[in-house]
Structure formats: C-alpha cells, structure tokens
C-alpha cells in the first residue's frame, strides 16, 4: 500500500483560499489519485479525481471553485481551493490506487491518508 499524507487544511473565512498536499511514499506516475471528504453524520464525497493521464473530474459543487493537480517528480497531489464557502467544510482525504492497463483506475481506492481539517466561516 502507498502511505499517504495530508496537510494544508485549516480555518479561512467564506471567500478565501487554501491549498492541500498529499504527499505519497512511492512516484504517482502510475497512481489514480483524489481528494475525498467528509462531516460527521454524512456519507464520503468524492471532491476530485485524476488518473494516470491527468484527465480530471470534479463534484458539481466545486467546479470552477477547485483544482486537482498531481506532481508525480515530488511525488504529491495537490487541492487548490478558492472561494471557498462555509459548506466546504469538512475532513479533506487523499486516496490513492494503482492504474492497471485492463482495467484502468480502479473502482475503489486502497491506500488512504488520515485526513486535514478544513474550517471555512461565514
């Protein structure tokens, strides 16, 4: 398993920016990767993904708000986030699986970090 881990999160007020990192264990050339969130109480969002080709894909709620980079020399990924609004606040994940050439990104992450908070007020 690849060993992930968060950092970047903290308290911003409404409008404001943060940037996340994941940094990883082993070069994510080959990695599928994404960001994952969650509060208490409700179900784990898939924020945004990017595969081995950096086609990337977002939930509805963030488009044009947030970017999902990945930096495979540094062996990061990376969540921009602006404009940020008091309902992205949530435990910001990384989650990472292996590419493979029959079946592309797999269907379920498995290697997954603890998690940065992110605090966004009104």
């Known amino acids: 398993q690849v060993q992930l881990e968060e950092s970047g999160g903290g308290s911003v007020e409404a409008g404001g920016s943060l940037r996340l990192a994941c940094a990883s264990s082993v070069y994510t050339h080959n990695y599928c990767m994404g960001w994952f969130r969650q509060t208490p109480g409700k179900e784990r969002e898939a924020v945004a993904t990017?595969?081995?080709?950096?086609?990337?894909t977002y939930a509805d709620s963030v488009k044009g708000r947030f970017t999902i980079s990945k930096d495979n020399a540094k062996k990061t990924l990376y969540l921009q986030m602006n404009s940020l609004k008091t309902e992205d606040t949530a435990m910001y994940s990384c989650?990472?699986?292996?590419?493979?050439?029959?079946?592309?990104?797999?269907?379920?992450?498995?290697?997954w970090g603890q998690g940065t908070l992110v605090t966004v007020s009104a």
């Open positions: 989650a990472a699986g292996a590419w493979r050439p029959w079946t592309g990104c797999p269907l379920e992450y498995d290697s």
């Open positions: 990017i595969d081995i080709a950096a086609t990337t």
